[in-house]
């Protein structure tokens, strides 16, 4: 029985088994770490081609030709829209004064002066105040506090447009690359420290409503601020108001996260169209606030003398 024992084989099985083992844990680890490497080097290949990408210019001026086609049809169009209107009051206004006869044709030819009565009337009340209550009113003209004031109220359609940039970002069609918006956006948070301030805008709710609320009535509705001030207050709320259209279809009606590849490339060149034209605009307008200057926008400017009210 032991001899028999001897030749059973139980050991060569089991030392087969021990090499098959090792060869297939063997070929396991190489065929893993293979794959791995490969992925390195793709990875290393993926970063060294959108390093050559970044310093191409081909999706940038892809991304301005498109951004500046789109702002001259926007400008165009609101333009022709203006322009209409003006003939349209024009034609009506002739209209009525055929339907008056001798009496419109009259009124047409009398000559009325255009001095406003406001500026014959402002500077004798001025002169009649003691010195010690023109004296504030001087120091604030004369140090700047005012232009500064006129432009701080463009603050606000700057956080409603950094919306745009950050999510153009995001959407961005090409595999490589950055972003035509994305510089401008680092610009602003990092370099401006204006994602504090956007963070806080977003996050603030309804808390919101009576820093409104004190800005209108300290910019807006102040009748003894300067005219310019009054304007360009009223302009920035509008010109922020009316960026909540493009919002709510973009973010609402088209919702970027949930539709298709040609949906979010139109979105794309949209937004930072849009974005690229609001900021130059509010640079715009913070250029003519430090002038002590108004301005003529279309629709948004009579909007805005009318809300400021007359001159004082």
């Not at 702002?71 to 022709?80: E, H, P, V, Y």
């Not at 956080?159 to 745009?164: G, S, T």
């Not at 940039?165 to 680092?186: N, R, T």
Request: charged letters at 15%; glycine letters at 6%.
């Amino acid at each position: 029985f032991p001899a028999l024992a001897a030749r059973a084989p139980v050991a060569e099985a089991a030392f087969l088994l021990a090499v098959f083992g090792a060869f297939r844990e063997i070929a396991r680890n190489f065929f893993s770490a293979s794959a791995a490497f490969k992925l390195r080097e793709d990875l290393l290949r993926d970063m060294a081609t959108a390093q050559t990408y970044r310093n191409s210019l081909a999706p940038w001026i892809h991304a301005a030709i498109v951004t500046v086609v789109v702002s001259a049809a926007l400008g165009f169009g609101a333009r022709s829209f203006i322009r209409s209107m003006q003939e349209w009051e024009t034609k009506q206004e002739q209209k009525e004064i055929t339907e008056m006869g001798e009496d419109g044709l009259f009124l047409l030819n009398t000559p009325v002066s255009a001095t406003p009565l406001d500026k014959r009337s402002s500077k004798p009340g001025q002169r009649q105040r003691p010195w010690y209550m023109r004296f504030p009113g001087w120091l604030l003209r004369s140090s700047g506090i005012f232009r500064v004031g006129a432009c701080i109220g463009y603050l606000l359609p700057l956080l409603n447009v950094l919306d745009f940039g950050e999510i153009s970002i995001s959407l961005h069609p090409y595999p490589m690359g950055v972003a035509l918006s994305q510089p401008v956006v680092d610009f602003m948070q990092n370099t401006l420290r204006m994602r504090f301030l956007h963070s806080a805008y977003s996050n603030a709710g309804y808390w919101f409503l009576p820093v409104w609320f004190l800005f209108i009535q300290l910019t807006v509705r102040n009748k003894r601020a300067p005219f310019f001030l009054r304007f360009h207050s009223s302009q920035a709320v509008l010109i922020s108001m009316l960026l909540g259209l493009p919002q709510q279809v973009f973010f609402s009606l088209l919702n970027p996260w949930e539709s298709g590849l040609r949906v979010q490339t139109f979105m794309y060149f949209a937004m930072v169209s849009l974005f690229f034209f609001v900021v130059m605009l509010v640079v715009y307008c913070c250029l003519n606030a430090l002038l002590q200057r108004t301005m003529e926008l279309p629709l948004v400017s009579e909007a805005a003398k009318m809300w400021a009210g007359g001159r004082e």
